[in-house]
Each structure stands twice: as C-alpha cells, then as structure tokens.
C-alpha cells in the first residue's frame, strides 16, 4: 500500500504564497489521476486541482488564476503551488492518489491571515 504525506503547510499572511509537498512511498507516475483537495471547518471537502493521466489539469475555478499543480515522477513529489492567497483559501489540504486505490494523506493545514 502507498504511503503519502504532505508537508509545507503552515500559516501565511493574506496576498502571500505556499508550496505544498507530497511525497508517495510508490510511483506517482503510476496513478492515472493525482491531485489536492480541500476541506475548510464546517464545509465539504472539494477539489482544489487534479492531473489527469499524466498531462491534463483541472483547477476549481476559485483557484485555477492563483494555483499550480505539478508533479516530479522521478522523485515521487506531487506539489501545489499556491500564490495570492486569501482568508477563504483557509483549510486542510488533501493529497489523493487514483482513482485505483484512492490514497489520502493525513492532510495538513494552511491557514491564511493576519
């Protein structure tokens, strides 16, 4: 079974940015869809940005003008790079691999304020 963890959350000041890491015991490469998720207090986890067979991304239109996606198969990292951010972009953050097997982080929090 693939272990993930994610990594470099943490608080930032309201305009700033993030890089959030993931890194798998296994092949990122090997899964067909990657991405990050999102679940702010009180709300629904949804899909902050995905990649899609290796190539295609999907951004939620709330971050699609603010986020990247990426992934470095050699090293296994699946990260999210995360600028003007703002209070509602406040939660914690989800790494998934998939859709076969459907691994999940442990999530991490990211906390935007002043």
């Known amino acids: 079974q693939v272990q993930i963890v994610e990594s470099r959350g943490g608080l930032v000041e309201p305009g700033g940015s993030l890089n959030l890491s993931c890194t798998a015991s296994?092949?990122?490469?090997?899964?067909?869809?990657v991405g990050w998720f999102r679940q702010a207090a009180g709300k629904q986890r949804e899909i902050v940005a995905q990649i899609i067979t290796g190539s295609n991304t999907r951004y939620a239109d709330s971050v699609k003008d603010r986020f990247t996606i990426a992934k470095d198969d050699a090293k296994n990292v699946l990260f999210l790079h995360m600028s003007r951010l703002t209070p509602e972009d406040t939660a914690v953050y989800y790494c998934?691999?998939?859709?076969?097997?459907?691994?999940w982080g442990q999530g991490i929090q990211v906390t935007v304020s002043s």
């Open positions: 998934k691999l998939g859709p076969t097997g459907n691994y």
């Open positions: 296994g092949s990122i490469a090997s899964f067909y869809i």
